[in-house]
T-cell receptor, first 111, second 113 residues
Framework: SQQGEEDPQALSIQEGENATMNCSYKTSINNLQWYRQNSGRGLVHLILIRSNEREKHSGRLRVTLDTSKKSSSLLITASRAADTASYFCAHLNFGNEKLTFGTGTRLTIIP | NAGVTQTPKFQVLKTGQSMTLQCAQDMNHEYMSWYRQDPGMGLRLIHYSVGAGITDQGEVPNGYNVSRSTTEDFPLRLLSAAPSQTSVYFC????????????FGPGTRLTVT
């Protein structure tokens, strides 16, 4: 399977702290995307980073991509209770139209 | 816009029964896909379509059929349900390709007994 892997599997932090989650993949990619899933809901797109980009910001989110290590990280700064959710990375391999998701990180923000 | 809609929200089937999970989008998106989500496995791609009349297999296509006769609709058919198909199924769409952000439906929770 070319499914990506994320770590940690679960993360609990205090409100206001920063949360970092990591994603690894095995192939050459076109882009990498991050999604959030609240309990019992569908996934919501957060941010997309292309293979020729190294860092991208969106509000309190910062994503990095290291194609030499085949890894990406998502940083959420100044966390809020509403950030409690599962976070998934998804990568798109060159040459096909199949988006491959990681196994996810379950983030809990403690008020 | 309603976005991506899925019906039903919940379904219980007996082993061997067949059914169709419905997915529709009103955003004129070319790319549509089906995923299943199982605990600890993330999302796995079942089938996808890059436009009306064109479908292809994903990572776990066995036991499922799809067709894409219109841009709006992308139904997923379970031919003969098995307990291993108990899962949450998500439909997604994007404007043109998988390289764009995906818009997900709310999911269908399927139990096969």
């Amino acid at each position: 399977s070319q499914q990506g892997e994320e770590d940690p599997q679960a993360l609990s932090i205090q409100e206001g702290e920063n949360a970092t989650m990591n994603c690894s993949y095995k192939t050459s990619i076109n882009n990498l995307q991050w999604y959030r899933q609240n309990s019992g809901r569908g996934l919501v797109h957060l941010i997309l980073i292309r293979s020729n980009e190294r860092e991208k910001h969106s509000g309190r989110l910062r994503v990095t991509l290291d194609t030499s290590k085949k890894s990406s990280s998502l940083l959420i700064t100044a966390s809020r209770a509403a950030d409690t959710a599962s976070y998934f990375c998804a990568h798109l391999n060159f040459g096909n139209e199949k988006l491959t998701f990681g196994t996810g990180t379950r983030l809990t923000i403690i008020p | 816009n309603a976005g991506v809609t899925q019906t039903p929200k919940f379904q219980v089937l007996k082993t061997g029964q067949s059914m169709t999970l419905q997915c529709a989008q009103d955003m004129n998106h070319e790319y549509m896909s089906w995923y299943r989500q199982d605990p600890g496995m993330g999302l796995r791609l079942i089938h996808y379509s890059v436009g009306a009349g064109i479908t292809d297999q994903g990572e776990v296509p066995n036991g499922y059929n799809v067709s894409r006769s219109t841009t709006e609709d992308f139904p997923l058919r379970l031919l003969s349900a098995a307990p291993s198909q108990t899962s949450v199924y998500f439909c997604a769409s994007s404007p043109r390709q998988a390289s764009y952000e995906q818009y997900f439906g709310p999911g269908t929770r399927l139990t096969v007994t």
